[in-house]
């Protein structure tokens, strides 16, 4: 079992910048390939941005790619989504979530446990 709780969300002017943090419970983490999605209402969960276990593997959803930047320290249990340059579109709830599995991978049903979500509103 894994507990994951994100933080770092917030309200900020479309252009601006924030960072969210997912910290994962165990001592395990280092074996988890991890990744970033996001909820907008009344859509789907849709991927952000994913990192495997040592973090020299990443990939990003083309509308992020060049703005976000997902890493990981494992010495802190931690993974972190650097978001700029954001857009009144990127306005969701971010979720973390971990698989087993060794390879990276974009669709939520091959993620195994969810954080509660931090919520990113981007105003015009």
């Known amino acids: 079992q894994v507990q994951l709780v994100e933080s770092g969300g917030g309200l900020v002017q479309a252009g601006g910048s924030l960072r969210l943090s997912c910290v994962a419970s165990g001592r395990t983490f280092s074996r988890y390939t991890m990744g970033w999605f996001r909820q907008a209402p009344g859509k789907a969960r849709d991927f952000v941005a994913a990192?495997?276990?040592?973090?020299?593997?990443?990939i990003y959803a083309r509308s992020v790619k060049g703005r976000f930047t997902i890493s990981r320290d494992n010495a802190k249990n931690t993974m972190y989504l650097q978001m700029n340059s954001l857009k009144p579109e990127d306005t969701a709830v971010y979720y973390c979530?971990?698989?087993?599995?060794?390879?990276?991978?974009?669709?939520?049903?091959?993620?195994?446990?969810w954080g509660q979500g931090t919520q990113v509103t981007v105003s015009s």
């Open positions: 979530a971990v698989r087993s599995d060794f390879d990276l991978a974009v669709i939520s049903g091959r993620y195994d446990y």
């Open positions: 990192i495997d276990r040592t973090s020299t593997d990443t």
